[in-house]
């Protein structure tokens, strides 16, 4: 049993000759890794000298460019508008703000559509999932989740359709045949139903401001105020819906 337990010892201190990817500095991220995805140091089991090993971290989704205590998330190593999250998720440089050379930064690409890995100024394809099941939307940028908001879809005899579905028009402040403005509507299956910020009535009383996250909708998605002009500006006309 004694020498098992030596066994096990050495091989948790060996965890990259488990997968033959060359770890120099035995922390557990491979060399390769180390020097194309996190930016870290191959030949140093502590980046920021922090205490922590770059895989530790790593693994508890902090930052091993940054000896303080800061999440992934939160963390911006380059100064380029884009976290390091977001740069992992991209496959972006952590450490270089304009990642393609193409004079602008990375966060600046992304907050405008474009592929920040592409200096031909291609664009990147936008998409919207809601989930009805849990009342929320999340829009998506290159196949990345960029974020979600809380929704309030059909009532029960209303349901909100289900399918794959593509923005087909726009309009700041459209008039709904229930009698309210649906600000910042944009249309689905020809305007049978759509999304939009919560109606209004004509006095300027909101409609269902406390149901967020509730099925309460003659059919439409409902989103806040705020969230409702963000996605509004962000989507253009032909961006794909999945509801499900």
């Known amino acids: 049993m004694r020498y098992l337990a030596i066994f096990f010892m050495l091989f948790a201190l060996l965890p990259a000759q488990a997968n033959s990817l060359a770890d120099s500095d035995l922390d557990g991220v491979p060399d390769i890794d180390e020097e194309n995805i996190y930016y870290t140091n191959p030949e140093k089991r502590d980046t920021d000298g922090d205490g922590y090993s770059d895989y530790i971290e790593l693994n508890s989704g902090f930052s091993p460019l940054n000896a303080d205590p800061i999440k992934l998330e939160n963390c911006d ?14 496959h972006t440089n952590l450490t270089n703000k304009d990642s393609d050379n193409d004079g602008h930064d990375d966060g600046v690409e992304i907050n405008n559509g474009y592929d920040p890995l592409d200096n031909s100024g291609a664009k990147l394809e936008k998409r919207i999932e809601i989930n009805l099941g849990a009342q929320e939307l999340s829009y998506f940028l290159g196949g990345v989740r960029m974020d979600s908001f809380s929704v309030s879809s059909g009532k029960t005899g209303m349901y909100t359709p289900i399918g794959h579905y593509k923005v087909d028009g726009k309009s700041i402040r459209a008039w709904s045949s229930y009698g309210l403005w649906m600000p910042y509507w944009m249309s689905l299956q020809n305007g049978y139903f759509g ?50």
């Open 77 to 90: 190593t380059d100064s380029d508008g884009l976290s390091d999250r977001m740069e992992l998720n991209f």
């Open 195 to 244: 999304i939009h910020e919560l109606p209004e009535w004509p006095d300027g009383t909101k409609e269902g401001e406390n149901h967020l996250g509730k099925p309460v909708s003659h059919g439409c998605i409902r989103l806040g105020v705020g969230p409702a002009e963000f996605l509004y500006n962000w989507t253009p006309v032909g961006t794909g819906v999945f509801i499900y």
